[in-house]
């Protein structure tokens, strides 16, 4: 399965996820990111400064106005 990183506010999410079998890392600092194959964001602080660092080569997926089934979907489409 795939490792996916989740922000912390996301805990619906992270439990989907987890029950799917994908290893899920909490993410606190953009190191966290390091060696994901996809990363979940809430999209609440998205790009606040205007600028965008690349801390990934994974998917990066915005959940916010999605469930938790459409976020999970949209991971195992990617993962495929």
């Not at 795939?2 to 987890?18: C, F, H, N, P, Q």
């Amino acid at each position: 399965m795939a490792r996916i990183g989740v922000e912390g506010t996301l805990t619906d999410v992270k439990a989907a996820l987890m029950e799917m079998g994908h290893e899920v890392v909490d993410l606190r600092s953009e190191s966290d990111a390091t060696g994901c194959d996809c990363c979940i964001i809430s999209g609440q602080d998205k790009d606040v400064m205007g600028m965008a660092d690349v801390s990934t080569e994974g998917s990066v997926i915005n959940a916010h106005g999605l469930a938790a089934q459409d976020i999970v979907q949209m991971v195992n489409q990617k993962m495929t």
